[in-house]
């Protein structure tokens, strides 16, 4: 029994969602169909990109991830699919792949040949995407299904800049709990501090100067920095919502100032 993971912008309010697991399950009876998120913003790529990434490594080798953002039908359409660390993934050719890759290859990536239902022109991620996505489930090879492609679509999420001991970066997603999380990496972190101290500048002149290593580190309303499940760097306030208390949005710059005394 395959399973199939659900990352779309469909919402709970329509039928589209609904039509979309009809669709699947009609196809495979006994699948396994697994939600990941309905609640990313329109077309929003790069973070249905961020929300994948952070997800998918938790499923078993073999899952299928199902993306649906931004595959309506439009003149020079293409509709990919790929492995990637024994994951498969199938969406629009829009860019969604090469932010999932970043600077990694894909084992397999194919541009799927499958004959479009005019009766659904305008809902190819019911037609022609979960047709991929229950033919992978159950076993069938991407080659049976498609031709191989060169690479998919190039686009890159916004990096953080280092200059000398400052490193610039932004709020690159905001979670349910008002957790503002950065594209600044543990690793990234790590490289440009080289033990040194640290202050991080963010919106109203607010600063924190210290790591923490889990929520309840500081007392409750209180702001803290922290690497979270995602390994990016996160502002958080202790049992309060730091987005909104802190009046940090989407895209905000952040910066971290490392300390040679």
């Known amino acids: 029994m395959g399973v199939i993971t659900?990352?779309?912008?469909?919402g709970h309010r329509d039928f589209y969602q609904a039509a979309l697991k009809g669709s699947i399950i009609s196809q495979l009876p006994d699948v396994r169909l697994v939600d990941i998120t309905h609640e990313i913003p329109s077309f929003d790529i790069q973070r249905a990109a961020v929300v994948?990434?952070?997800?998918?490594?938790?499923?078993?080798?073999?899952?299928?991830?199902l993306i649906g953002i931004d595959t309506v039908f439009q003149e020079g359409s293409h509709y990919a699919m790929m492995k990637f660390d024994d994951h498969f993934f199938v969406g629009a050719d829009n860019g969604i792949f090469s932010i999932i890759l970043g600077e990694k290859p894909p084992q397999e990536l194919f541009e799927i040949d499958i004959m479009q239902d005019l009766r659904y022109l305008h809902f190819p991620l019911a037609d022609i995407l979960t047709k991929?996505?229950?033919?992978?489930a159950k076993?069938?090879?991407?080659?049976?299904?498609?031709?191989p492609m060169e690479r998919p679509l190039k686009k890159v999420m916004v990096q953080?800049?280092?200059?000398?001991?400052?490193?610039?970066?932004?709020?690159?997603?905001i979670d349910s709990f008002g957790n503002v999380i950065s594209n600044i990496s543990k690793e990234?972190?790590?490289?440009v501090q080289k033990g040194r101290s640290f202050r991080l500048h963010f919106k109203r002149n607010e600063?924190?100067?210290?790591?923490?290593?889990?929520?309840?580190?500081?007392?409750?309303?209180?702001?803290?920095?922290l690497f979270g499940i995602s390994n990016f760097l996160e502002i958080a306030i202790n049992k309060g919502h730091a987005s909104r208390l802190l009046g940090l949005h989407q895209d905000e710059i952040i910066m971290i100032e490392f300390l040679d005394r």
């Not at 991929?132 to 992978?136: M, N």
């Open 52 to 65: 994948l990434r952070n997800a998918f490594h938790y499923f078993p080798k073999g899952t299928v991830h």
């Open 132 to 136: 991929a996505a229950c033919h992978i």
């Open 207 to 225: 600063t924190i100067n210290k790591l923490s290593w889990h929520y309840n580190e500081v007392p409750e309303g209180e702001k803290l920095c």
């Open 160 to 173: 953080p800049l280092v200059d000398n001991n400052i490193i610039k970066g932004h709020v690159s997603y």
């Open 6 to 10: 659900l990352t779309t912008d469909l």
């Open 139 to 147: 076993g069938g090879r991407l080659s049976e299904i498609g031709q």
């Open 188 to 191: 990234l972190f790590n490289d």
